[in-house]
């Protein structure tokens, strides 16, 4: 059994460890990575099959002895040159389940000096995002990181020491019934100094029941089981080793006494951080030094081990073989026949000889693995008490394998047949030193590294070992070792081998690179090499660049630039396509490490119109047709009109974008054309009666020009245009003459002189300044009834309704005699007439003679003459009586006679 007595005393010996201040502290979370180192999560691998286990643990412990390395951890952004050793185990209290990490950092100071600065962490894992609650003391405290709170502690001190070294974790779970204790503490030595001590004692309050550690089955997050591995120094970042010479070991303890976990994985089961999978940890199970040893290389994965037994018989000792070494076996062996028990024993390592004097016969050992309290495998391995061969091997390496267990050298065994006796390859002797294995000889004869014993004999086996000394550089190179190239940074070369070191470049990390002088030298002891080497740092932009470097130019997306140099990027314009482009500002900087470099720079997109446009940029006016603008740019345009050519103009309505990439923009926009016209003219516009006059109008606009357009109702304008009517396509050039004209409105049908020249009517257009002169006529309105209109003269400058005085005039006829008589005269009708006549008139009106008559319309008179019997027989009586007067008269005067 592995039984390790740690100090529960703080103290340090100053001699080699010194106080260093504290670097970041680093966080993990419970979920699958690829740490590299031992991992238990319940389940035994054998050669039948896998058996799944649960048991519990109250202390876990893990060992790490670390001979050098050269390593680094980048997170993403940043290299750091630190990797991290963690002690984690899930911890159950009733239906509560942690996550505990005993996790201290190792920082590589270079000259084979190490920091290491211890910390912890404690996370709730009883369910996705479950919180630590508030009732936890410690150094710590508790935060919240990736969706959850964590308790975490990191010592504020950091020690120092050289290599080779070892690191012992232990993490004490306990109890009082109430309330929940986990102790942190470690040992740490070295070739002159121990350190022991406690670092974090941490109490998780209103725990009612014993809190333990659990391997195997799962709980709400994932597995349960502990680990000791190697990882980077922070969560989601990756370990890259170039050189590593470690080993590693895991533990529970039980009873007082540490033992080996049963079964073990390479990789961790619960940490985020990652190693390399090609410049990684190689791992390989040695049973005999019950360590897990590493070295640089290729990433192992699954089990370090098969779990099997052994047992054989040899001079009165009964030797039994387990894998894994240090775990908790016992061994029961029963006499085949009988079935009697002849001997039981536990088993305390992977190797162990038992003296017991047993008689000739056959015997069957029963093996049984506990883990704490629980039986989690058992196996039978039968054996005989004959000897069939004699093996005597002689080395200066002190162990040998046969059949895969370990022998002492310089020794005779005795062994069953078939037998296989193999060598380890390389043994060391000290740091920096070792034996190389070259070949074996059996009774004089030359094998290989393995020797295959099928007969029984006596053999006597000799190994040829050679000395080899460790040869390290800063960083792996090409080189010859006695003519054979090799390429490494820490190798192995035999003794006083001849090495040749050319001038090369050789890659020493991501980024960097150095440019090698030659170096011949021979090796006579390990040896640390200082090479002369330029270091150049690799400087990445995100396009190609026009930079200087010196005196140099360059138009290049990276270069490789001496540590130290002056990088001056001048501003400049580079091309990503024709549409697109970076405007990029000057900068200069110095390079002291590897950098991916951004220089500050405006991504500009060729922005284009058909044709100028006045547009605002972010709130600068420009006018252009084409133009770089910087993307996300806002380009803003008012209404505008835009003259394309003479004659061509586009109205282009508002508009706005954003500038998210190269843009052939056209914006809404109506084509006008000129029109030119020599002078206004009335019009129809799209079938709308206009006044046009020049001007740009919409492309497709219908023009007709009217040949007589109307002011007024007395005034119109007579047209003469070369153009009649058309659909505006392209500019237009109208001539327009026009005749100014009024209305003349005569108040009847009648004769006029127009500038002189005679016309008749009632109305009439008229140019304007005509002479117009209407003389004195007769209007008749019938043959009976006329108008005497008095004349007028006048020029025409505006319309005219023209009142003429005028007198309304019948016509009068009288015995057929025709007289125009104005309205309202009077008339007289008078006819000679005799003494024996009478004389009437007859026609319009019935009138004696003599009689006045108002001409108030036409008059026809005619004189009627008839016997006036009134005078006629005045006359006659007159007669009469004159005759008979003269009768009388004569009568009386007839007798008297002269």
């Known amino acids: 059994m592995k039984v390790v007595l740690p100090l529960l005393l703080i103290f340090l010996i100053p001699v080699l460890f010194f106080v260093m201040p504290s670097s970041a502290s680093s966080t993990s979370s419970l979920s699958i990575g690829n740490a590299i180192g031992i991992s238990d999560v319940g389940v035994l691998n054998t050669q039948s099959g896998n058996i799944s286990y649960v048991f519990y643990a109250p ?52 000259n084979n000096v190490f920091s290491i600065q211890l910390s912890d962490m404690i996370w709730n894992v009883t369910s996705a995002h479950s919180f630590m609650s508030n009732q936890v003391v410690g150094q710590g405290t508790v935060s919240y990181t990736h969706g959850t709170t964590v308790y975490q502690y990191t010592e504020s001190r950091s020690f120092l020491t050289h290599v080779p070294f070892t690191l012992e974790l232990f993490t004490a779970l306990s109890d009082d019934g109430g309330n929940a204790y986990v102790l942190f503490y470690y040992e740490l030595i070295n070739s002159t100094n121990i350190a022991i001590g406690e670092f974090d004692n941490v109490t998780l309050y209103g725990m009612t029941q014993a809190p333990l550690f659990i391997a195997g089955g799962t709980n709400p997050s994932g597995l349960n089981g502990f680990e000791m591995v190697a990882s980077a120094s922070n969560d989601f970042s990756t370990l890259t080793v170039n050189s590593w010479n470690a080993s590693m070991w895991l533990g529970y303890k039980y009873n007082n006494e540490y033992y080996t976990v049963p079964s073990a994985l390479s990789n961790s089961f619960g940490i985020t951080g990652n190693v390399s999978s090609v410049k990684g940890i190689s791992e390989v199970w040695n049973n005999s030094g019950n360590v897990v040893e590493q070295t640089a290389g290729e990433l192992s994965h699954g089990f370090l081990w098969n779990v099997s037994v052994g047992v054989r018989y040899s001079n009165g000792h009964v030797i039994t073989t387990v894998t894994p070494g ?91 047949l078939p037998s296989t006796i193999s060598f380890p390859t390389s043994y060391p002797i000290s740091n920096g030193e070792r034996l190389f294995l070259l070949y074996s000889t059996v009774n004089g004869n030359r094998e290989g590294d393995v020797v295959n014993i099928t007969t029984p004999g006596v053999y006597t086996i000799s190994t040829t070992y050679v000395l080899q000394y460790e040869v390290g550089f800063p960083f792996n190179v090409s080189l010859t070792s006695n003519g054979e190239m090799e390429n490494f940074k820490n190798g192995w070369v035999d003794a006083n081998s001849s090495i040749v070191v050319p001038s090369q470049i050789d890659y020493i990390a991501p980024g960097t690179r150095a440019i090698v002088s030659p170096i011949n030298f021979t090796a006579y002891t390990p040896i640390n090499v200082s090479l002369h080497y330029e270091e150049q740092y690799l400087v990445k932009f995100p396009f190609n660049l026009t930079f200087y470097v010196g005196n140099s130019s360059y138009f290049l997306n990276s270069t490789w630039v001496d540590r130290g140099s002056s990088l001056i990027i001048p501003s400049q314009i580079h091309y990503v396509t024709e549409e697109e482009r970076y ?32 547009v605002s940029v972010n709130g600068t006016v420009m006018k252009f047709s084409n133009a770089w603008i910087n993307g996300s740019s806002v380009v803003v345009s008012s209404p505008q009109q835009v003259y394309i050519k003479p004659g061509v103009m586009y109205n282009v309505s508002p508009f706005s974008f954003q500038v998210k990439g190269p843009l052939n923009y056209t914006p809404s926009y109506k084509v006008y054309y000129y029109l030119s016209v020599t002078s206004s003219v009335p019009a129809q516009l799209n079938g709308v009666n206009s006044t046009v006059t020049s001007g740009y109008y919409m492309n497709g606009t219908e023009l007709k020009v009217f040949k007589v357009y109307y002011v007024n109702s007395g005034e119109r304008l007579v047209i003469n245009s070369n153009v009649s009517s058309l659909t505006l396509t392209s500019p237009v050039y109208v001539k327009v003459t026009y005749t100014k004209q009024y209305y003349l409105s005569l108040p009847f049908n009648m004769t006029f002189y127009l500038n002189g020249e005679k016309y008749t009517g009632t109305t009439l257009w008229v140019n304007a300044s005509t002479s117009v002169k209407v003389p004195q006529q007769y209007i008749y309105i019938s043959n009976v009834e006329r108008y005497n209109v008095t004349g007028k003269s006048f020029v025409m400058n505006e319309s005219e309704s023209v009142k003429l005085p005028y007198v309304v005039e019948y016509l009068v006829k009288v015995n057929g005699n025709s007289t125009w008589y104005p309205a309202g005269s009077t008339l007289t009708l008078n006819a000679p007439q005799g003494f024996f006549q009478t004389v009437t008139w007859n026609g319009t009106y019935h009138e004696p003679n003599g009689a006045t008559l108002k001409v108030d319309q036409p008059i026809t008179e005619n004189s009627v003459t008839s016997l006036n019997y009134v005078n006629v027989g005045i006359v006659v009586a007159i007669v009469v009586l004159a005759i008979a007067l003269l009768v009388a008269v004569f009568i009386k005067r007839k007798p008297k006679a002269q």
């Not at 680094?72 to 509560?96: I, K, R």
């Not at 990490?101 to 190792?106: H, I």
């Not at 775990?327 to 992977?350: C, D, H, L, R």
């Open 59 to 110: 202390t876990i412990a893990g060992l790490v002895n670390f001979y050098g390395g050269d390593f680094y951890t980048f997170n993403g952004t940043s290299y750091s040159p630190e990797a991290s050793f963690q002690l984690d185990g899930v911890m159950q209290e009733g239906s509560q389940y942690y996550w505990i990490q005993n996790k201290p950092v190792v920082e590589n100071l270079g």
């Open 326 to 416: 240090d775990s908790q076996w016992s061994v029961e062996i029963k006499n085949a026949q009988t079935g009697a028990t002849v001997f039981s024993s536990p088993v305390n390592g992977s190797y162990e000889s038992f003296s017991e004097t047993l008689p000739q016969g056959y015997f069957i050992a029963t093996f049984q693995l506990d883990a704490g309290s629980s039986v989690i495998y058992s196996a039978q391995s039968s054996f005989s008490t004959v000897d069939d061969a004699s093996v005597t091997v002689r080395s200066v390496v002190p162990y040998f394998y046969e059949n895969g267990l370990s022998e002492p050298s310089n020794s005779t065994i005795y062994v069953s």
């Open 583 to 614: 405007a990029v500002d000057s900068s200069k900087f110095e390079v002291t490490s590897p950098i991916n470099f951004t220089p500050v720079y405006a991504i500009q997109y060729l922005v284009k119109f058909p044709f100028n446009l006045s």
